[in-house]
C-alpha cells in the first residue's frame, strides 16, 4: 500500500514537472562563435562537439546531424537535423540533460 501510494505521488509530481520542462523547449540556433567549456574530444567523437555554458548547449559539427536533448528523467526537450557548423540551444531551466547524437551520448549540466 505504502509502495502503491509512493507511485501515485511520483507520477503526480511528474506530471506537474512536465509543463515546466516543456516551457523550456527552443529552437536551435546557427551562429558562428563558441564560448565555453568542450565536453567531447573531435577525435573520439566523428568531428562533433559539445559545448556548455550558462544556459546553452552549443554543438560544432562538420557533417549534418540528428540530435536530441533530453531531461534527466528521459523527456524529449528538443529535436533536430542540425546542418555542419556551430548551433546553440538556449535552456530557461537550468539542469541536467542528456544530449544524443547517433550513438554519442553526451551528459551536460547547465
Same mark, same amino acid.
Given at each position: 500500500m505504502v509502495k502503491r501510494r509512493f507511485f501515485?505521488?511520483?507520477?503526480?509530481?511528474?506530471m506537474l514537472a512536465a509543463p515546466?520542462?516543456?516551457s523550456a523547449r527552443a529552437q536551435?540556433? *546557427?551562429?558562428?562563435?563558441?564560448?565555453?567549456?568542450?565536453?567531447?574530444?573531435?577525435?573520439?567523437?566523428?568531428?562533433? *562537439?559539445i559545448f556548455q555554458?550558462?544556459?546553452t548547449i552549443t554543438?560544432?559539427?562538420q557533417r549534418t546531424i540528428q540530435v536530441r536533448v533530453f531531461t534527466i528523467l528521459g523527456q524529449l526537450v528538443s529535436q533536430a537535423?542540425?546542418?555542419?557548423?556551430?548551433? *546553440?540551444?538556449k535552456l530557461n531551466t537550468r539542469?541536467?540533460?542528456l544530449?544524443?547524437?547517433?550513438?554519442?551520448?553526451?551528459?551536460?549540466a547547465l
Open positions: 501515485v505521488i511520483l507520477a503526480a509530481l511528474m515546466l520542462t516543456m536551435w540556433r *546557427e551562429t558562428t562563435q563558441v564560448q565555453g567549456r568542450s565536453l567531447t574530444d573531435p577525435k573520439a567523437t566523428d568531428g562533433v *562537439e555554458r550558462s544556459g554543438i560544432r559539427t537535423t542540425l546542418q555542419p557548423g556551430i548551433a *546553440e540551444l539542469g541536467i540533460y544530449v544524443k547524437i547517433g550513438n554519442i551520448t553526451q551528459k551536460v
